[in-house]
Protein backbone atom coordinates (compact mmCIF):
# COMPACT_ATOMS: atom_id res chain seq x y z
CA UNK A 1 0.00 0.00 0.00
CA UNK A 2 1.44 3.23 -0.89
CA UNK A 3 1.53 6.69 0.71
CA UNK A 4 -1.48 7.75 -0.85
CA UNK A 5 -3.24 5.01 0.02
CA UNK A 6 -2.54 5.18 3.70
CA UNK A 7 -3.42 8.77 3.79
CA UNK A 8 -6.84 8.23 2.14
CA UNK A 9 -7.52 5.04 4.28
CA UNK A 10 -6.26 7.60 7.57
CA UNK A 11 -9.05 10.05 6.73
CA UNK A 12 -11.38 7.91 6.03
CA UNK A 13 -11.37 6.26 8.86
CA UNK A 14 -11.16 9.08 11.52
CA UNK A 15 -10.63 8.84 15.27
CA UNK A 16 -12.44 12.27 16.16
CA UNK A 17 -16.70 12.69 15.15
CA UNK A 18 -16.56 16.17 16.37
CA UNK A 19 -13.42 16.75 13.56
CA UNK A 20 -14.65 15.00 11.18
CA UNK A 21 -17.99 17.15 11.33
CA UNK A 22 -15.72 20.51 11.80
CA UNK A 23 -13.70 19.93 8.76
CA UNK A 24 -17.14 19.48 6.77
CA UNK A 25 -16.62 15.76 6.50
CA UNK A 26 -20.54 14.72 6.90
CA UNK A 27 -20.88 17.09 4.12
CA UNK A 28 -19.25 15.89 1.52
CA UNK A 29 -20.40 12.52 2.58
CA UNK A 30 -23.42 13.23 1.30
CA UNK A 31 -22.96 15.29 -1.64
CA UNK A 32 -21.14 11.71 -2.20
CA UNK A 33 -24.16 10.02 -1.88
CA UNK A 34 -26.13 12.22 -4.57
CA UNK A 35 -23.10 12.04 -6.77
CA UNK A 36 -23.70 8.27 -6.64
CA UNK A 37 -25.26 5.77 -9.94
CA UNK A 38 -29.04 6.84 -9.91
CA UNK A 39 -31.98 4.73 -9.84
CA UNK A 40 -31.75 3.21 -13.41
CA UNK A 41 -28.10 2.89 -13.82
CA UNK A 42 -25.60 0.00 -12.83
CA UNK A 43 -24.26 -0.57 -9.72
CA UNK A 44 -20.78 -0.33 -9.16
CA UNK A 45 -19.17 -4.05 -8.83
CA UNK A 46 -16.44 -4.76 -6.36
CA UNK A 47 -14.74 -8.04 -5.15
CA UNK A 48 -14.80 -8.30 -1.33
CA UNK A 49 -14.50 -10.70 2.01
CA UNK A 50 -17.20 -12.53 3.66
CA UNK A 51 -16.77 -12.74 7.70
CA UNK A 52 -18.11 -15.91 7.74
CA UNK A 53 -16.32 -17.80 6.14
CA UNK A 54 -13.43 -15.81 4.53
CA UNK A 55 -14.58 -16.21 1.22
CA UNK A 56 -14.00 -13.34 -1.59
CA UNK A 57 -17.48 -12.24 -2.95
CA UNK A 58 -17.81 -10.52 -6.06
CA UNK A 59 -20.91 -8.04 -5.83
CA UNK A 60 -22.62 -8.95 -8.95
CA UNK A 61 -23.22 -12.73 -8.09
CA UNK A 62 -24.81 -11.73 -5.68
CA UNK A 63 -26.98 -9.95 -7.79
CA UNK A 64 -27.26 -12.37 -10.89
CA UNK A 65 -30.32 -14.01 -10.54
CA UNK A 66 -32.42 -12.20 -7.51
CA UNK A 67 -31.91 -8.44 -6.28
CA UNK A 68 -29.40 -7.93 -3.32
CA UNK A 69 -30.43 -5.83 -0.86
CA UNK A 70 -27.37 -4.22 0.93
CA UNK A 71 -27.33 -2.09 3.89
CA UNK A 72 -24.16 -0.17 5.30
CA UNK A 73 -23.47 0.22 8.52
CA UNK A 74 -20.68 -0.27 11.27
CA UNK A 75 -20.60 -0.98 15.01
CA UNK A 76 -20.83 2.56 17.00
CA UNK B 1 -21.57 -3.84 4.15
CA UNK B 2 -19.29 -3.17 7.00
CA UNK B 3 -17.98 0.54 6.66
CA UNK B 4 -15.75 2.59 9.32
CA UNK B 5 -16.97 3.53 12.92
CA UNK B 6 -19.41 6.74 12.75
CA UNK B 7 -18.66 7.02 16.51
CA UNK B 8 -15.73 6.28 17.78
CA UNK B 9 -14.80 6.22 21.33
CA UNK B 10 -11.92 4.87 23.79
CA UNK B 11 -13.70 1.16 23.69
CA UNK B 12 -14.39 0.99 20.17
CA UNK B 13 -11.67 2.81 18.41
CA UNK B 14 -11.77 3.68 14.50
CA UNK B 15 -10.14 1.12 12.09
CA UNK B 16 -6.02 2.05 11.78
CA UNK B 17 -5.58 -1.25 10.23
CA UNK B 18 -7.49 -4.38 8.43
CA UNK B 19 -7.05 -6.52 11.68
CA UNK B 20 -8.56 -3.64 13.40
CA UNK B 21 -11.56 -3.77 10.71
CA UNK B 22 -12.40 -7.27 11.03
CA UNK B 23 -12.45 -6.67 15.08
CA UNK B 24 -15.04 -4.60 14.06
CA UNK B 25 -17.14 -6.33 11.98
CA UNK B 26 -16.98 -9.35 14.02
CA UNK B 27 -17.93 -7.13 17.51
CA UNK B 28 -20.91 -6.03 15.13
CA UNK B 29 -22.15 -9.11 14.51
CA UNK B 30 -21.75 -10.97 18.05
CA UNK B 31 -22.88 -8.09 20.09
CA UNK B 32 -26.52 -7.25 17.30
CA UNK B 33 -26.48 -10.83 16.21
CA UNK B 34 -27.14 -9.99 12.80
CA UNK B 35 -27.55 -13.64 10.38
CA UNK B 36 -27.21 -11.60 7.23
CA UNK B 37 -23.56 -12.12 5.16
CA UNK B 38 -21.51 -9.19 6.51
CA UNK B 39 -19.03 -8.15 3.37
CA UNK B 40 -15.60 -6.41 4.53
CA UNK B 41 -14.84 -3.35 2.78
CA UNK B 42 -11.32 -2.77 2.26
CA UNK B 43 -9.54 0.08 4.75
CA UNK B 44 -9.86 2.50 2.38
CA UNK B 45 -13.43 2.40 1.78
CA UNK B 46 -13.31 1.77 -1.79
CA UNK B 47 -17.12 0.46 -2.05
CA UNK B 48 -18.58 2.72 0.63
CA UNK B 49 -16.84 5.75 -1.52
CA UNK B 50 -18.66 4.39 -4.42
CA UNK B 51 -22.09 3.87 -2.97
CA UNK B 52 -21.81 7.23 -1.47
CA UNK B 53 -20.37 7.45 2.25
CA UNK B 54 -22.96 7.74 4.54
CA UNK B 55 -23.01 5.73 7.51
CA UNK B 56 -26.50 3.45 7.64
CA UNK B 57 -27.58 3.48 3.66
CA UNK B 58 -29.54 0.97 1.89
CA UNK B 59 -29.03 -0.49 -1.28
CA UNK B 60 -31.12 -2.63 -3.54
CA UNK B 61 -29.78 -3.89 -6.79
CA UNK B 62 -31.63 -5.52 -9.20
CA UNK B 63 -30.85 -8.62 -10.75
CA UNK B 64 -27.94 -7.68 -13.67
CA UNK B 65 -26.84 -5.05 -12.07
CA UNK B 66 -29.07 -1.82 -11.91
CA UNK B 67 -29.69 0.10 -9.09
CA UNK B 68 -33.42 -0.11 -8.18
CA UNK B 69 -33.48 2.02 -4.69
CA UNK B 70 -31.42 4.00 -2.72
CA UNK B 71 -31.80 6.02 0.75
CA UNK B 72 -29.42 7.55 2.42
CA UNK B 73 -30.84 5.92 5.52
CA UNK B 74 -31.99 2.64 6.38
CA UNK B 75 -35.75 2.17 7.06
CA UNK B 76 -36.36 -1.72 7.12
CA UNK B 77 -39.85 -1.15 6.68
CA UNK B 78 -39.15 1.26 4.02
CA UNK B 79 -37.15 -0.95 2.25
CA UNK B 80 -39.39 -3.63 2.46
CA UNK B 81 -42.63 -2.01 1.17
CA UNK B 82 -40.61 -0.81 -1.59
CA UNK B 83 -39.44 -4.65 -2.22
CA UNK B 84 -43.35 -5.89 -2.16
CA UNK B 85 -44.18 -2.87 -4.47
CA UNK B 86 -41.30 -3.31 -7.09
CA UNK B 87 -40.94 -7.01 -7.24
CA UNK B 88 -45.02 -7.35 -7.67
CA UNK B 89 -45.20 -4.49 -10.25
CA UNK B 90 -42.21 -5.98 -12.32
CA UNK B 91 -44.04 -9.70 -12.54
CA UNK B 92 -47.54 -8.99 -12.31
CA UNK B 93 -49.54 -6.57 -15.19
CA UNK B 94 -53.02 -6.47 -16.06
CA UNK B 95 -53.57 -8.22 -19.29
CA UNK B 96 -53.34 -5.71 -22.36
CA UNK B 97 -50.64 -3.91 -20.08
CA UNK B 98 -47.01 -3.09 -20.06
CA UNK B 99 -44.82 -2.67 -17.45
CA UNK B 100 -43.25 0.49 -17.60
CA UNK B 101 -40.07 1.66 -15.42
CA UNK B 102 -40.25 5.08 -14.11
CA UNK B 103 -38.58 6.63 -11.26
CA UNK B 104 -39.01 8.33 -8.36
CA UNK B 105 -37.24 10.65 -5.64
CA UNK B 106 -38.51 11.22 -2.05
CA UNK B 107 -38.18 12.61 1.48
CA UNK B 108 -38.57 10.23 4.64
CA UNK B 109 -38.85 10.92 7.64
CA UNK B 110 -37.74 8.78 10.62
CA UNK B 111 -37.46 9.25 14.32
CA UNK B 112 -34.46 8.62 16.39
CA UNK B 113 -34.61 7.35 20.51
CA UNK B 114 -32.08 9.38 21.95
CA UNK B 115 -31.94 7.85 25.23
CA UNK B 116 -31.06 4.95 23.17
CA UNK B 117 -29.05 7.05 20.80
CA UNK B 118 -27.13 7.95 23.65
CA UNK B 119 -26.67 4.56 25.82
CA UNK B 120 -24.64 3.82 22.61
CA UNK B 121 -22.42 6.62 22.70
CA UNK B 122 -21.22 5.73 25.81
CA UNK B 123 -21.25 2.08 25.09
CA UNK B 124 -18.59 3.17 22.22
CA UNK B 125 -16.65 5.29 24.87
CA UNK B 126 -17.07 8.40 27.19
CA UNK B 127 -15.42 10.27 24.38
CA UNK B 128 -17.88 9.63 21.46
CA UNK B 129 -21.10 11.09 23.61
CA UNK B 130 -18.87 14.38 23.80
CA UNK B 131 -18.12 14.46 20.25
CA UNK B 132 -21.28 14.21 19.63
CA UNK B 133 -22.21 16.78 21.81
CA UNK B 134 -19.97 19.18 19.84
CA UNK B 135 -21.11 18.27 16.92
CA UNK B 136 -24.48 18.91 17.61
CA UNK B 137 -23.26 22.39 18.60
CA UNK B 138 -21.60 22.65 14.61
CA UNK B 139 -25.12 21.89 13.32
CA UNK B 140 -26.75 24.32 14.87
CA UNK B 141 -24.03 27.29 13.67
CA UNK B 142 -24.48 26.51 10.48
CA UNK B 143 -28.05 26.49 10.61
CA UNK B 144 -27.67 29.86 12.08
CA UNK B 145 -25.86 31.04 9.14
Not at chain 1, 8 to 26: I, K, L
Not at chain 2, 118 to 139: D, S, Y
Request: aromatic share 10%.
Amino acid sequence: MGVENRGGAASYNYSRFDDYVAGGGDLADEAAFRASPRAGEPAGDFTLLRLGDGAQVRLSELWQTRPLVMEFGSFT
Amino acid sequence: MYTREAHPGENVPGHDSFGRKLAGARLLREETGICRDILVDDLAGTVHRAYGLMPNMTWVIDRGGQVAYKANWTSAANVEAFLARFLAARSQHPAGAAAVMYETEQIEFRHTDRTRFAEHLLRNGPRAAVEFERARELWARRAAT
